[in-house]
């Protein structure tokens, strides 16, 4: 059987993609708690999903398989032990928001069926769903006006960000903001225990259980030898150091890494928000991550002359940067907002630099960015639009949505 994951860049023909489908948890966000949940809005369910499901439809028309994590997970779990052993690390790590709940919570989401308990993981468990028992300890009787015990995970559509397809194998990441730490603990068990990945032995290249944080939206593989990813709110030094260590000394192909500084705040957070790559020689970018002259801070990683170093060297132009490391006499960054300052910080905001290639010069986003999309169409490039209304609320685009996990390389 061939190997399950194969990622060897940004464009080539999109086989098979990883896709969670919005369900209770975006249900479960209020006001009060948007912003540490990372959303500045709540989405309207039925048509976040209907947006989600056409998202979905685009690709496989295109001929992608879409898998969802939501079933990959339960098909995961099907073995009773291996399902205990999730929820006990799912409850560790869950920094329960009563003393003493995780054994009856334990109890109450192994009463459910697989993936009806994978749902609810997902989506949370309120306070009052299980607060039928009579209260006997001084904690419990306590007034607590915290409705959770188990938080949502409204971010979970945004597949791309836990972890990352690099070759054959895969970041699995330790996510910056709490909010979201839990999510890849969904992909270890995956890679680990379903029978789609199981015995293939899939190289990981940096694990979550690292100490500083990587997320998927700043990991970008542009050949197969160079991944370039952004130092950004979400990703540190640190970890890219230690991937690109760990990916020059295991198999495959890679040569470099380019680490690509960008502005720490929330509207970039991470690299895809500003810059991602559309056909062989064109990339979107958003004009505001380099300063007055056109410059920003770009290093490149390559393999150290002692065993774990890397030998890096400072480049201060990003385009200079990309042709060098892919060999290219030409190269075009296409504008976000076609430069124009307020569409261009307007469709930025909703993600009209977060493009998701499906081929070379064949992209698929918002239809909100309607500016961008038409510089896109003068580019060459083929863009097909899907819908945008709630799905964008969440801060991430087509590229956010989506985690492939087999593409064509590249001729
Ligand atoms: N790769 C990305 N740009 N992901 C966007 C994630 C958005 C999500 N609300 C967060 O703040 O984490």
Redo the contacts with the bound molecule.
Sequence with gaps: MKHPINVTSEIGTLKTVLLKRPGKEVENLTPEYLQRL??DDIPYLPIIQREHDYFAETLKNRGTEVLYLEKLVAETLSDENIRKQFVDEMLAESQLTANGATAVLKEYLLSFPTQEMVDKIMGGVLKKEIDTKKKTHLYELMEDHYPFYLDPMP?LY?T??PAASIGSGLSINKMR?PA?QRESLFMQYIIKYHPRFASHDVPVWLDRDYQFSI???DELVLNDEVVAIGVSA?TSAKAIEQIAINLFKKQDSFKKVVAVEIPKCRAF??L??VFTMVDYDKFTIHPEIQDSNGQMNVYILEKGKEENTVSISHRNNLQEALKEVLGLSELVLIPCGGGDEIAASREQWN?GS?TLAIAPGVVVTYDRNYISNELLRQHGIEVIEVLSSELSR????P??MSMPIVRENLK
Excluded at 394 to 397: C, I, Q
Aim: proline share 0%; hydrophobic share 15%; charged share 40%.
């Design positions: 990372l959303f971010n945004f791309r960000d903001e979201r997320e998927g939206g979400r957070m991470h895809d928000t993600d977060n969440g801060r991430g685009g590229r956010c």
